[in-house]
């Protein structure tokens, strides 16, 4: 009995503390984590301030040349115009559709709000064709439209212009800020408004001093967001931007490298021009949403908060929001999905006698590399999303639980890619990777690896919300209860995680599906995918082709959606 | 509902006999020391103490104190920073030696505060787990399983999931979990503290009763006075990473050695003073009510040195007196809580607590004279 004289028991073997394996190896994974995330910054850098490839004599040239270069300054310009106005336009819907449906008595509200989220599960290239077809100047419907109630061809929008393009990309980015600020809109704690309005404030007092001041660090978050999304978006600039000549730095960045003479180290240095706003913008957004856990107040009563009464407005409100919601979806997808039977597409087609199904045997059937580039997509997106969920669990336990010495800095890490747009990212890995002979250039794992690398900060902050909400009590009582480490992360953790694992899965296989900017730069013949296929299809300019190529990628896309959207939960704070 | 906790057991027949067999053990640590954080915040300072085979020591504490920090320890869920635990003789932490079993090798129970029961499994599989992670055959863990749903009363409702229960039903089910597998030791982390104030009072009365039923070795942690004394067998009260007093329920409740045990067991009057005289365990001390009689756990006293005197507010401790030392006073308020009033008296200055079972509440200004019960007030240890 007296502790002099106990003997180490049977089955409990000595085990020392200087190893513990799990600890080991998920520090390891950790580190080549932060390293595959940081050196695509560092060699955009250098890349961008060598003459040649990297290693060669260091110069300013391509610096100086993004903005004296006229191309370069025009498309700087552009950008500029064109972020500031999409964001505007994003920011401008999404609060306003995420405050009517979520606070005011607008008929219809949950509906609304679940029509401006489905953007994110269609891939923005069906948008883009979708616009095309609804606003080109000739043979658009809305002007076709406008030519039958004028009697005369008339042109009332024109796709090709800036404004169509900010239209198009503050339509598609319109989701990501209703996510981020009709959570908080909806959770609004019911008993400080009610507080306020005690203490004297009327409704419109209550809007502007306590429920948007409230908001202040979501719709922060957001703005910046939208403003990285903007600025980095590729398809938009890339297709309907060249076939206007408006040019903006994503698709100068690709027409430099691509286009010959390739100009890599102006890409470069235009690429970094992009990540260092990127990574400002995720530094200020970290910092507003860390600030934001000030306001975030987790009430114990469940009161529903008010509702702002609309009055007169209430309908006339109701129609404009479904019209808007439906515009970034639904209107785009009939105005493709209508092309796609046409035999051709101009401003007289629209005839019984052109419908044809030619077009869906052409692409499913004919099409060369049409099925190369499915089965490409789809082994990469199906090993893409499962390697960001395995990633995700190792370096969430990692940050969270294990709360290693550099648990900060792994964090920290695995946001950056947030900040990188496809494009740069795609030349910093280009940049690396060409230099390492036999190395995974020209494979599908190159693909891979920029996939994983893009998307790991939004598998991380599923899972990482996901074990958050995991007791530790909960795993302690199951080590207590006789199980290993490993066995308590299988008996306890996956099951209970296993919603949040889903739906993280199955958002990191849609777009992987859907990224092209990532892989325009990466891929060859021999490893093309569907998305990227798309720009070749849109280079020939056969519209109805397009419509059915991005119709096979939306139902690609949607395939395991509908198969395991019971159970998956898709919240992610 | 529950033939045991209902405390029908006594009959001679169809009485579950508890799943829980005689195979606890002892509980040893010695020496345990932790710090937390980089500022190095001490939790433990050379903890040392015997958890006797088939006791109930209860460790006592307001938070912060280390107590749930020694619990884990032994349960290995956290590694301190040096000592040494012996469970059942088998060394499972030992700095020196670079010994530290995880946790799923030291055989032990454990309730959560939390309860910590798997929202994913039905209360069967939650009892079972500790069966299946030991290697028990499907078929006996099965019956392992029924028997304890059996005993803790819950007999028949193994299919159903954890959120399905009360809060009640979802301890007991705690409790089944950590006794099934017939630990060497059951840890108790403040188990009731998440429960109402009535559900804690039934909860506190049938872990009583179980425990009866089966004497299993248990290391129970709280900051309830009422729970330990009630609980325990001993009672060991700990501040700031140390032992303050060890006890048994009646010494800790009646006799406390120090200041902050008195004030942690729930005692008002606290009144500073000085020794007068001492002979043995009877001290006399100056107070601001005058010479008082006391007792006292220490005999080396020395007259001059200071101590509180530790006096309840009943007849055991301070009353109102009409004796001619007792000292005049002036009621600051009177509280009615329903079983008796307290009366607040300024006397010289110190506020002193009178409780009566009187219903009438006093006049504020009212006067008062007090006076303590001779040899039912105690000398501690200032702090």
Same mark, same amino acid.
């Not at chain 2, 403040?190 to 109402?196: A, I, K, Q, T, V």
């Given at each position: 009995m007296t502790p002099a004289g106990a003997v180490v028991a049977p089955g409990s073997t000595f085990v020392t503390r200087s190893i513990a394996w799990e600890r080991v190896i998920l520090s390891v994974v950790a580190g080549i984590a932060v390293l595959m995330v940081c050196y695509p910054v560092v060699v955009v850098a250098v890349r961008a301030f060598s003459k040649g490839e990297i290693g060669s004599a260091l110069t300013f040239e391509w610096l100086v040349a993004v903005f004296e270069s006229s191309r370069s300054h025009e498309a700087l310009v552009n950008t500029v115009i064109y972020t500031a106005g999409s964001s505007c336009l994003a920011m401008l819907l999404g609060v306003g559709l995420a405050f009517l449906s979520t606070r005011t008595d607008m008929p219809g509200g949950r509906f609304i709000g679940i029509l401006t989220m489905l953007p994110m599960l269609v891939p923005p290239f069906i948008l883009v064709v979708g616009w095309v077809a609804l606003a080109d100047p000739n043979a658009g419907f809305i002007n076709i439209l406008a030519s039958a109630i004028n009697g005369s061809r008339t042109s009332w929008v024109n796709i090709s212009t800036m404004p169509g393009l900010i239209w198009m990309t503050g339509l598609f980015l319109t989701p990501y800020v209703y996510l981020l600020v009709a959570a908080g809109f909806k959770n609004s704690d019911a008993s400080m408004e009610e507080a306020a309005r005690v203490s004297g404030a009327g409704r419109l007092r209550l809007l502007h001093s306590v429920i948007l001041p409230l908001q202040r660090p979501a719709l922060l978050a957001a703005l910046l967001l939208v403003i990285i999304m903007a600025a980095g978006d590729f398809i938009i600039p890339a297709t309907v931007g060249l076939k206007a000549r408006i040019y903006m730095l994503p698709s100068l960045i690709w027409q430099n490298h691509s286009s010959l003479p390739g100009r890599p180290g102006l890409a470069a240095a235009q690429s970094l021009l992009l990540v260092a706003v990127g990574l400002l913008c995720i530094y200020f957004q970290r910092r507003a949403l860390a600030r934001g856990g000030r306001y975030t107040i987790v009430g114990g009563k469940g009161a529903r908060p008010m509702l702002f009464p609309l009055g007169k407005l209430r309908y006339p409100l109701g129609v404009l929001a479904l019209l808007f919601a439906l515009s970034s979806s639904v209107i785009p997808l009939l105005a493709v999905t209508s092309i796609a039977f046409m035999r051709y597409w101009s401003p007289y087609a629209l005839k019984p006698e052109n419908l044809t199904l030619r077009n869906f045997k052409y692409v499913l059937f004919e099409y060369p590399q049409v099925w190369l580039s499915a089965q490409n997509s789809m082994l990469l997106a199906l090993a893409g999303a499962t390697c960001c969920v395995v990633l995700a669990i190792a370096l969430a336990w990692y940050v969270i639980?294990?709360?290693?010495?550099f648990a900060g800095v792994v964090e920290y890490a695995m946001v950056l890619p947030l900040g990188i747009p496809g494009i740069a990212l795609g030349v910093g890995i280009l940049s690396l990777w060409i230099l390492v002979p036999g190395g995974i250039y020209g494979t599908l794992w190159i693909l891979l690896l920029a996939y994983v690398t893009a998307h790991i900060p939004v598998a991380m902050q599923f899972v990482g919300s996901a074990l958050h909400r995991i007791h530790t009590d909960l795993e302690d009582a199951s080590r207590v209860a006789g199980q290993a480490w490993s066995g308590t992360i299988r008996r306890v953790d996956i099951p209970l995680m296993r919603p949040a694992l889903i739906g993280s899965w199955l958002l990191m296989y849609v777009v992987i599906l859907r990224e092209i900017s990532l892989v325009i730069l990466l891929y060859n013949p021999s490893t093309v995918v569907l998305s990227v296929g798309l720009m070749d299809v849109w280079s020939s300019g056969f519209y109805p082709e397009l419509a059915v190529y991005s119709l096979l990628l939306l139902v690609l896309g949607l395939i395991p959606v509908a198969l395991f959207w019971k159970f998956a939960r898709f919240s992610s704070e | 509902m529950n033939a045991v906790l209902e405390g029908k057991s006594a009959a001679p027949s169809g009485a579950p006999v508890p799943p829980v067999s005689g195979e606890s053990g002892s509980v040893s640590v010695r020496g345990l020391r932790m710090s937390y954080g980089s500022q190095g915040v001490v939790a433990l300072d050379d903890f040392s103490l015997d958890f006797p085979a088939g006791h109930c020591t209860v460790l006592l #504490? !307001?938070?912060?104190? #280390?107590k749930t920090t020694v619990l884990r320890s032994i349960a290995g869920l956290i590694t301190p920073d040096a000592g040494r635990i012996v469970i059942d003789n088998a060394v499972v932490f030992d700095s020196a030696a670079r010994i530290d079993v995880p946790p799923e090798r030291r055989r032990l129970g454990m309730v959560f505060q939390s309860y910590a029961l798997w929202p994913h499994l039905c209360v069967a599989e939650n009892i079972s787990y500790p069966l299946i992670s030991a290697g028990v055959s499907k078929a006996e863990a099965a019956q392992r399983t029924t028997a304890m749903l059996e005993w803790i009363g819950l007999g028949g409702m193994g299919g159903r999931f954890v959120h399905e229960l009360s809060g009640g039903q979802q301890q007991r089910v705690s409790l089944g979990r950590a006794m099934v597998a017939k630990p060497r030791a059951i840890l108790f982390d403040? !188990? %009731?503290?998440? %429960?109402?104030a009535r559900l804690r009072e039934r909860m506190r009365l049938e872990l009583l009763a179980l425990r009866q039923q089966a004497p299993f070795t248990s290391v129970y942690v709280t900051h309830d006075q009422l729970e330990a004394i009630t609980l325990a067998d001993r009672v060991v009260v700990m501040r700031a990473g140390k032992i303050e007093q060890v006890g048994s329920p009646e010494d800790v409740y009646r006799r406390p050695r120090t200041r902050f045990c008195a004030d942690f067991v729930g005692i008002p009057n606290l009144l500073e003073g000085t020794i007068r005289s001492a002979s043995g365990t009877d001290v006399v001390v100056e107070t601001v009510v005058g010479a008082v009689a006391a007792r006292s756990w220490r005999t080396d006293w020395t007259p001059g040195a200071k101590c509180s005197v530790a006096a309840r507010p009943s007849l055991l401790g301070m009353r109102e007196s009409t004796a001619s030392g007792a000292r005049p006073g002036r009621v600051i308020r009177s509280i009615y809580q329903g079983t008796s009033t307290i009366d607040m008296v300024d006397v010289d200055g110190v506020n002193i607590s009178l409780e009566s079972i009187s219903d009438e509440r006093r006049v504020p200004g009212e006067a008062v004279a007090v006076a303590p019960t001779p040899g039912a007030v105690f000398a501690v240890l200032d702090d």
């Open positions: 639980r294990m709360r290693g010495r | #504490g !307001p938070s912060g104190c #280390g403040e !188990p %009731l503290s998440n %429960l109402d």
